[in-house]
């Protein structure tokens, strides 16, 4: 990849955060998702993500009451097994041969090798029951987290999604839950036991022996300040690694579903260039937040052995100067040890802490977007008939930026209501507004002669059935995929669409006809094939009103005719919005409407818009003589 190269792509993906990358290429939901920057915007704070992670485990406060009471335990054996060696010393092994008999020195020996024996057993107990208490606490905590990750994404505006990459999305359910979840399983229990055996330890340290513990205690504010140092440098290298990971994701989930388009269009070295862009950013990214984080382990057990170097001198001139004993000098160098070990534990999972936390904010960015909103005062429909008025609305995905200018329109229950026009005239953001998935700005959309935002966003889109270009279908059979619509249809009413749709006869010659089971988008179908189970789908819903954006753009003329006849019956006492290239399919609408510049330049039937000899009839004789 050359220079030039390389520094248009760092332009590209430097340029904006994910929230405004829409804005700046003034995009609108009709067009194409683009990739979309990951972490974009200021970092959480990390006091705020910690807060936030405990209380989800503050959900499980028995089993987490339980696993702190293990902990306590295993750290007071751990403490005790420790102290306990200074008598044991003392009285059994240095000694005085002249006051001891060696059968009481073996017995006593052995007495106090059973208690120790007993108090590693309890630790060793423990320590399994805690790891155990901690797995089921950490993978509940997951759990309630990924439902609630889930149950966010299904109460966000459709912008929220145009603004991000699928991609990007999928590694905040997977990569960024994950790292949650290492730190939850282990880390957090390892951080919490060791600050236990750091405040057990100074005790004990300094009951066995004042000097000896001061000096170890003196070694910590060296320890703190060299370990937040590096941990301030490796939080920063973490959020830039997640970042990078979340670009990546997006960029071979969209590369790899637009494989034909990358093909046909000769682009796999461009792909390779932007993927090794990416690849090497992410990797740089990686290597400063591993080593960051990987050398505050090396850096702290230095400083811990100097401490513990410090001890073992001056505790040797306390023994020879002033009659320490000996037992009490082995306490007090192996609680230096113990003292400095949860020190250099916590140290090494501080790039496991720093992943989870970055991963967390990325989860909690999702959690605290805003939802689709109701008004508080909503008007009860028993049912929707249909009647659509549109009274000059103007809209805009960017402010100052108008897509749509004083639309106007009334579409009678029964009607079929046409949009034409060059791409980015506005077409599909009528059809968006009347969805609500985006809000009108100014002016008004109402159906049955209530304003569309007084009624239940939910009941408005269970009224409206809609087709779009883009095909999409779930993992499942055929008859399930058709059932969506309607999910308490019967399988009767299921094959009556489908023929109303014209699919019913390459149904019935799939291997099991309706019970074949469709994978991966339905990718064992064709295009054309996958677009009228869509269209079987809109069949089967009894909504009043029907949107069809481009519905027969990927059948060919001869389907598409049969489909026309069919929908002309589900189109009966419906109100049908239809958006179309092909002005055969517009011919029949009560009402066409031409759109340029989000203006409605022409409205009137297909004969009116002929004799009017103006923008409509131009497109009809453009398409007519390519025909």
């Keep these: 990849m050359n220079e030039q190269r390389k520094q248009r792509l760092q332009q590209k993906y430097d340029a904006a955060p994910v929230e405004n990358t829409k804005k700046q290429l003034n995009i609108g939901p009709g067009a ?17 993500t910690v807060i936030r992670l405990m209380r989800y485990l503050t959900k499980e406060r028995t089993l987490l009451i339980a696993a702190m009471i293990c902990v306590a335990v295993y750290m007071a054996s751990t403490l005790a097994s420790s102290y306990l060696l200074r008598p044991v010393i003392n009285r059994f092994i240095y000694y005085d041969p002249n006051e001891t008999e060696l059968s009481a020195r073996l017995a006593g020996l052995a007495g106090g090798l059973g208690i120790l024996s007993l108090i590693y057993a309890a630790a060793v107990v423990t320590q399994w029951l805690q790891k155990r208490i901690m797995l089921t606490v950490s993978q509940r905590s997951l759990k309630r ?29 997977t990569n960024d839950v994950d790292t949650v979840g290492e730190m939850l399983n282990t880390t957090l229990i390892q951080m919490i036991s060791g600050f236990i055996t750091i405040v057990g330890t100074v005790v004990l340290m300094l009951y066995t022996n004042v000097i000896l513990g001061l000096i170890t205690i003196l070694m910590t504010p060296i320890l703190t300040y060299a370990s937040r140092a590096i941990m301030k440098s490796g939080r920063e290298a973490y959020k830039k690694q997640q970042k990078n990971l979340g670009m990546l994701n997006g960029f071979s989930q969209e590369i ?16 390779i260039d932007e993927f090794e862009y990416l690849n090497t950013e992410l990797c740089e990214a990686q290597i400063q937040a591993q080593f960051r984080s990987g050398i505050m382990g090396p850096v702290t057990h230095q400083l811990c052995n100097i401490g513990y170097a410090l001890t073992a001198c001056v505790g ?4 020879v100067k002033q009659g320490f004993d000996i037992g009490g000098l082995t306490v007090s160098l192996n609680y230096t040890r113990q003292f400095n070990r949860p020190i250099n534990e916590i140290s090494m999972q501080m790039n496991t802490v720093f992943s989870a936390l970055a991963g967390a904010e990325r989860v909690f960015e999702v959690l605290d977007q805003k939802p689709e909103t109701e008004e508080e005062e909503l008007v009860d429909m028993d049912q929707m008939k249909g009647h659509v008025v549109v009274d000059h609305v103007n809209f805009g995905y960017v402010p100052g930026v108008p897509v749509l200018k004083d639309i106007s329109l009334d579409a009678k229950p029964g009607q079929k209501i046409a949009f034409v026009g060059s791409t980015g005239a506005g077409k599909t953001t009528v059809t968006n507004l009347l969805s609500r998935f985006y809000e009108v700005q100014e002016g008004r959309i109402t159906i049955d002669g209530v304003p569309i935002e007084k009624i239940d966003r939910a009941f408005l889109r269970r009224n409206i059935a809609m087709v779009l270009q883009d095909t999409h279908l779930f993992t499942g059979t055929v008859r399930e995929n058709i059932r969506y619509g309607r999910l308490d249809a019967t399988d009767e009413e ?4 489908a023929k109303i749709a014209s699919a019913h006869t390459f149904i019935v010659h799939l291997e099991k006809g309706y019970d074949t089971i469709l994978e991966h988008d339905g990718a064992n179908l064709s295009q054309g094939q996958r677009q009228l189970l869509n269209i079987a789908r809109a069949a089967i819903s009894k909504a009043p009103i029907l949107i069809l954006d481009e519905a027969t753009s990927s059948v060919d003329t001869r389907t598409e005719r049969h489909i026309e006849q069919g929908m002309d019956a589900i189109m009966k006492n ?27 330049i022409e409205r009137g039937s297909h004969e009116e818009l002929l004799r009017q000899k103006g923008r409509y009839a131009d497109l009809y004789h453009e398409i007519a003589q390519l025909d």
Excluded: C, W
Aim: net charge positive; no cysteine.
């Design 32 to 48: 194409k998702r683009g990739r979309a920057m990951s972490a974009g915007g200021r970092p959480k704070n990390t006091r705020e």
């Design 145 to 173: 987290m990924r439902q609630e990750l889930f149950d966010k994404l299904q109460t966000l505006p459709i912008s929220y999604f145009d603004n991000h990459s699928t991609g990007d999305i999928m590694s905040r359910f």
């Design 256 to 271: 790899i579903t637009g494989q034909k388009v990358v093909k046909v269009f000769g682009h796999e070295s461009s792909a």
């Design 316 to 319: 040797g001139i306390l023994v």
């Design 494 to 497: 299921v094959e009556e669409a």
């Design 574 to 600: 419906r109100t049908t919005f239809v958006i179309a290239h092909r002005l055969s399919t517009v011919r029949q609408s009560d009402a066409i409407m031409v759109l340029e510049a989000g203006r409605i």
